[in-house]
């Protein structure tokens, strides 16, 4: 099924890169991206017939968020059926992956361990569904030829409203009064805090549990890493990690520490029970900001033993005053990569047909179709598009049928 093999990694280079990873990592800075020539056009121009990219068979993905799954009646008749309809209209619309959302919330879709019931599948969190979704989810996929990544936020808990209860058996519940530094608190909601190596270790099984006891394709995390900048959200962690050491870390830099260290057992975790599985993350696509939340994606990109792949959300127009699209692309695609490491370009058909920004998304009917060309003849293996939920939404109806022309091809 998977479009990966299996590659030859050098684990000299994987462990002293985890090594580097705990101890406190190498940053990697870059400085902006020259603009485009002031006159040109920051769009390109359809191609008469689509250009094949240089490696056959791109991905074309499409994700599946938590609320997507959900349906009012929290049946198993109810939740098969809804995911069929969505993994079969994908497939029409040319998509050949599916990158599903199997652990909002320290939670799962699925029988583990680790986590309790998601609360998507019965309305409260704990309880059993009596079926296993991520099992019939893979089946569907595979019936119709599609990849299915199982996609998870690795620090989230809660937000400030969802879910509306915790289950007994939650990571927060059963740890959180006798290990208060475990988790950190933001603007109501509750993260994981992966300074510490007992929640590394927890994200990093969870993520192997399903790899070995599931035929998922790859795994997969979103953009959600440290919640804020704020000082406040760790700082007994970041105070006892500054007085064990002699020249402690910038507190930004610390953090993307903690973060490698915890992408790079994530990683080997997998590897070590299905090797062919494989691990992506899904950053922002200004840089940045992912700075700013502890993503170092400059070493992930260029250094063995972190990711298979990643796919930044460059969800802006050609247009886009903060950051057009195509100089996003090109940034990302500028970056240091390791052999094999492949690179998917995100896609915001959820603002297609809207007035975002600044009304750019209006100006044309195949803004999506233009973007995936862009990418796919620009260093780019595949590309997925945010959401399943916009497929069949009037508002991007014609951009859908644009975009499918051009990808039911790959």
Not at 59 to 82: D, I, K, M, R
Request: aromatic share 12%; net charge negative.
């Amino acid at each position: 099924m998977g479009r990966f093999h299996l590659r030859k990694y050098c684990y000299l280079v994987l462990w002293a890169a985890l090594l580097a990873a705990v101890a406190g990592v190498w940053f990697f800075g870059r400085g902006p991206e020259p603009l485009p020539e002031e006159g040109a056009s920051p769009i390109p121009q359809a191609s008469a017939a689509p250009s094949t990219p240089e490696e056959e068979g791109a991905l074309v993905g499409v994700w599946v968020p938590y609320f997507s799954l959900n349906t009012a009646e929290h049946t198993q008749q109810a939740f098969e059926e809804n995911f069929q309809t969505i993994a079969q209209t994908a497939q029409e619309k040319g998509a050949n992956a599916l990158f599903v959302h199997v652990r909002p919330f320290s939670d799962a879709l699925y029988p583990s361990q680790y986590y309790p019931w998601s609360h998507i599948l019965t309305g409260t969190q704990g309880q059993d569904p009596g079926f296993d979704p991520l099992e019939f989810m893979i089946e569907t996929a595979h019936s119709l030829g599609m990849e299915f990544h199982a996609w998870l936020n690795p620090l989230r808990v809660k937000t400030a409203e969802t879910p509306a209860a915790l289950a007994e058996n939650n990571p927060y519940v059963q740890l959180g009064e006798e290990y208060p530094q475990y988790f950190m608190e933001c603007e109501g909601g509750v993260y994981l805090n992966p300074a510490y190596p007992a929640m590394r270790t927890l994200i990093a099984d969870g993520a192997a549990e399903i790899a070995g006891n599931y035929e998922v394709d790859g795994i997969h995390f979103d953009d959600y890493f440290y919640p804020a900048e704020d000082p406040a959200l760790d700082s007994a962690a970041y105070e006892a990690y500054a007085q064990s050491v002699e020249e402690p870390l910038p507190l930004l830099e610390w953090r993307a520490a903690n973060i490698n260290a915890m992408v790079s057992q994530v990683y080997e975790s997998i590897k070590a029970v299905k090797p062919e599985v494989v691990f992506g993350i899904s950053p922002q696509g200004n840089m940045q900001n992912d700075e700013a939340m502890g993503a170092d994606v400059a070493t992930w990109a260029a250094v063995p033993g972190y990711v298979d792949y990643l796919a930044p959300q460059l969800y802006y127009s050609f247009e886009n005053e903060a950051l057009p699209y195509q100089q996003a692309l090109e940034e990302w695609a500028a970056l240091p990569r390791h052999q094999g490491l492949e690179l998917y370009a995100g896609l915001a058909l959820y603002k297609a047909g809207t007035d975002a920004d600044g009304g750019t998304w209006l100006l044309r009917d195949n803004i999506i179709a233009l973007q995936a060309e862009a990418a796919l003849n620009g260093g780019y293996q595949g590309v997925i598009l945010y959401s399943s939920e916009y497929l069949e939404a009037e508002q991007a109806a014609k951009e859908v049928e644009n975009a499918a022309a051009l990808l039911g091809q790959y």
